[in-house]
């Protein structure tokens, strides 16, 4: 199974914090998820810790790689930007991954997040749904401690949504 391609910077165990959920489904595939992770104006349909979805200056509805959007998530306005972007090809797991932010710079609010997805078709007629995050700052080292954790939690929550929905329009 592939992995997740991490930037300087936000490598798992040297960051504050670090998430990994994943699911492994039946009778779904890359294609029938990726509308529903690429297009940020679904999320809040499904995943009711994101809301005021925005893409910037006047892009969409998909995003693609360099796209600057903005949505609100944890409690935390994040303005975001696309950093990997790879839509589902045959033999090849699919990508997206941005770098979020919140606060600003220098301050003991400042929040900066990696997180990245990556959607696998596996055999059988089974795909592979990973996302993890890795985090810097006051925060993140908040959250990290915190029990339950609001990160692994919530993502799975996204994840869950996530898999219904494509259920849900594949009409399975």
């Not at 300087?8 to 489904?25: A, H, K, L, Q």
């Amino acid at each position: 199974m592939h992995s997740i391609l991490w930037p300087e910077g936000y490598v798992p165990g040297f960051t504050d914090n670090f998430c990994s959920n994943e699911v492994i489904v039946s009778g779904l595939s890359s294609a029938d998820i990726w509308p529903f992770l690429a297009i940020p104006s679904r999320w809040p349909d499904y995943y009711a810790n994101a809301s005021d979805v925005e893409i910037y200056e006047g892009k969409g509805p998909e995003l693609v790689l360099g796209d600057s959007f903005f949505f609100r998530t944890f409690g935390f306005p994040v303005p975001a930007r696309i950093v990997e972007c790879i839509a589902p090809i045959k033999g090849q797991p699919a990508r997206i991954a941005w770098h979020g932010w919140s606060g600003e710079e220098g301050t003991a609010e400042r929040l900066d997040v990696h997180h990245a997805w990556l959607i696998e078709d596996l055999a059988d007629g089974r795909v592979r749904i990973l996302t993890q995050e890795t985090q810097n700052g006051a925060p993140a080292r908040e959250m990290a401690t915190a029990v339950p954790n609001p990160m692994i939690n919530g993502h799975q929550e996204w994840l869950t949504g996530l898999v219904v929905a494509a259920r849900t329009a594949k009409g399975a």
